[in-house]
């Protein structure tokens, strides 16, 4: 009995040992510091943009972090990717935390929407949002505005008789609303889309609303005045000193957000992310395409030089691949066709610039209209469109003076091309000998005697035999032997 009871004291004690040791031991244990995975968001929205900030979610959510915070400077992009990264953040398991930074950026069109799905909502002091009205291809609003009413005088202005005639005065539809059907389902689409991400989290809808409809746009102060946004940061730092704490609502769980002491890592895109970034611009794509028809056409006409064609074919071929993830107008393409093929056409008919002009102005015309500039973040500089629609009005020049040159030159093979020549005798003959011609040395026969070193002309060929008499400078130079 002595023995159980000691065992059981003896456990007892060990119990309460451990209980009074252990939280002591927690307590000075290091915890785990929380991760903030860091991505950043410049220049227009495309496919290349959500791919990337598709990537760094994933990368979060696999890593368990704290928080995804996105720095953004963007005027807007295009709207399917923008979707597609807001439905990644809206499904995310991990906080996504929205910046406008650096000071002087902006979260305009796009952005906005971006900036109103997330969990948390900032800004840089100095920078602004909003202006987050739909544009369609051609860089205009999705449909004309139906005209406001002409003002009137007050003395001159009617009440209604009663307020039926009040009501039946009243026209439905506001009058900046577009007048066609596809506007109206276009705007009223975006302004339901935009109010549900900001009554998701609180934030005030009808400012959104405003920002689709009339394209309003505020700074980081009024926005936080607003209730558009959560905080203002001057920094990363004073930032994430800002929320540590701060509760949000993911998957319908309520979340307390720990970022003090937390450790940033910095994603980076990856090598075909930032290829697909690159070639996605407007310039690059219009280069790469003209490269690509221009080394496929030298090929074309010099059967085997090789290199021309490889790299034609794989610059045509990537400049394909970034057009089919960019809105583009097929009427501005036809036209960039049309206009190489005239330029190209000047050069094998000359029409005394005709053709080469007509082909340079529809060039410069299709490459303005293939990518407009009215789309957010994708539009391209008339300087430089205009800069190489002058090279290749340089090239056409060139290409037609080489032309007019090889014309003037005559044959350069065959019999056509070997009469008429001047050759070395390379030693003294009557009869068969050889002559140096054209960097070869030829068998060849005359019928007066030929010294060595003696400039001969080509009369005939025969077979593989020149027939050669003396130049005339030489012709009464006396024979030697």
């Given at each position: 009995?002595k023995?159980?009871?000691?065992?059981?004291l003896?456990?007892?004690c060990?119990v309460?040992a451990?209980?009074?040791?252990?939280?002591?031991?927690a307590?000075?244990?290091?915890?785990?510091?929380?991760?903030?995975?860091?991505?950043?968001i410049?220049?227009g929205?495309?496919a290349?943009?959500?791919?990337?900030?598709?990537?760094?979610?994933?990368?979060?959510?696999?890593?368990?972090?704290e928080l995804?915070?996105?720095?953004?400077?963007t005027p807007?992009?295009?709207m399917?990717a923008?979707r597609?990264?807001?439905t990644k953040?809206?499904?995310?398991?991990?906080?996504v935390a929205?910046?406008?930074?650096?000071?002087?950026?902006r979260?305009?069109?796009?952005?906005t929407?971006?900036l109103?799905?997330s969990?948390?909502?900032?800004?840089?002091?100095t920078t602004?949002?909003?202006?987050?009205?739909?544009?369609?291809?051609?860089?205009d609003d999705?449909a004309?505005?139906?005209?406001?009413?002409k003002?009137?005088?007050d003395?001159?202005?009617?009440?209604p008789?009663?307020?039926?005639?009040?009501?039946?005065?009243?026209?439905?539809?506001?009058a900046?609303?577009?007048t066609?059907?596809m506007?109206r389902?276009?705007?009223n689409?975006?302004?339901a889309y935009i109010?549900?991400l900001?009554?998701r989290?609180?934030?005030?809808?009808?400012?959104?609303?405003?920002?689709?409809?009339?394209?309003?746009?505020?700074?980081?102060?009024?926005?936080?005045e607003?209730?558009?946004?959560?905080?203002?940061?001057?920094?990363?730092?004073?930032l994430?000193?800002?929320?540590?704490?701060?509760e949000?609502?993911?998957?319908?769980?309520?979340?307390?957000?720990?970022?003090a002491?937390?450790?940033?890592e910095?994603?980076?895109?990856?090598?075909?992310?930032?290829?697909?970034?690159?070639?996605?611009q407007?310039?690059?794509i219009?280069?790469?395409g003209?490269i690509g028809?221009?080394g496929?056409?030298?090929?074309?006409?010099?059967p085997?030089?090789?290199?021309?064609?490889?790299?034609?074919?794989?610059?045509l071929l990537?400049?394909?691949?970034?057009?089919?993830?960019?809105?583009i107008?097929?009427?501005?393409?036809a036209?960039?066709i049309l206009?190489?093929?005239?330029?190209?056409?000047?050069?094998?008919?000359?029409?005394?610039?005709?053709?080469?002009?007509g082909g340079?102005?529809?060039?410069?015309?299709?490459?303005?209209?293939?990518?407009?500039?009215?789309?957010?973040?994708?539009?391209?500089?008339?300087?430089?469109v205009?800069?190489?629609?002058?090279?290749a009005?340089l090239f056409?020049?060139?290409?037609?003076?080489y032309i007019?040159?090889?014309?003037?030159?005559g044959?350069?093979y065959?019999?056509?091309?070997?009469?008429?020549?001047?050759?070395v005798?390379?030693?003294?003959?009557t009869g068969?000998g050889?002559?140096?011609?054209e960097?070869?040395?030829?068998?060849?026969?005359?019928?007066?005697?030929?010294?060595?070193?003696?400039?001969?002309?080509?009369?005939r060929?025969?077979?593989?035999?020149?027939h050669?008499?003396?130049?005339?400078?030489t012709?009464?130079?006396?024979?030697t032997?």
């Open positions: 009995m023995s159980v009871r000691r065992s059981r003896s456990l007892l060990s309460l451990a209980a009074c040791i252990l939280p002591a031991l307590a000075f244990s290091p915890v785990k510091a929380q991760t903030i995975v860091e991505m950043k410049e220049g929205i495309g290349a943009t959500a791919e990337y900030v598709i990537a760094g979610i994933e990368h979060a959510e696999e890593q368990g972090a995804v915070l996105i720095h953004m400077d807007g992009g295009l399917g923008m597609d990264i807001i953040i809206l499904n995310s398991s991990v906080p929205t910046y406008v930074s650096p000071a002087g950026a979260a305009d069109s796009a952005g929407f971006i109103l799905a969990h948390v909502a900032a800004m840089t002091p602004h949002v909003g202006a987050a009205t739909p544009v369609s291809i051609t860089g999705v004309p505005r139906r005209p406001l009413d003002p009137t005088d003395k001159d202005e009617e009440a008789a009663s307020d039926e005639a009040a009501k039946e005065s009243t026209d439905d539809t506001p900046d609303e577009p066609t059907a506007g389902k276009v705007i689409d975006s302004i109010r549900n900001a009554e989290h609180g934030r005030n809808a009808d400012w959104a609303e405003k920002a689709v409809r009339d394209a309003a746009t505020v700074s980081a102060e009024e926005a936080l607003l209730n558009v946004i959560d905080f203002i940061a001057n920094n990363r730092s004073e994430l000193a800002a929320i540590d704490g701060h949000v609502t993911v998957n319908s769980q309520t979340v307390a957000l720990q970022t002491g937390a450790t940033i910095a994603y980076e895109p990856s090598w075909r992310i930032k290829l697909l970034s690159v070639i996605q407007p310039e690059v219009l280069l790469l003209l028809i221009y496929l056409l030298f090929e074309g006409y010099n085997g030089a090789i290199v021309p064609g490889v790299v034609g074919a794989i610059c990537l400049a394909l691949y970034a057009v089919q993830v960019l809105p107008n097929y009427a501005g393409v036209l960039i206009g190489i093929s005239l330029m190209i056409a000047e050069a094998f008919a000359p029409s005394f610039g005709a053709l080469g002009l340079i102005a529809a060039f410069v015309f299709g490459a303005i209209m293939m990518f407009d500039s009215g789309v957010p973040g994708f539009g391209i500089s008339i300087t430089f205009i800069g190489i629609a002058i090279l009005a056409m020049v060139w290409t037609v003076g007019v040159k090889l014309r003037n030159r044959p350069v065959g019999e056509e091309a070997i009469t008429g020549a001047t050759a005798a390379m030693e003294d003959f068969e050889k002559v140096w011609l960097g070869e040395a030829w068998q060849a026969y005359s019928t007066v005697p030929i010294v060595k070193d003696q400039e001969v002309i080509v009369t060929l025969e077979g593989l035999i020149v050669v008499k003396p130049a005339p400078a012709a009464d130079a006396p024979a032997t």
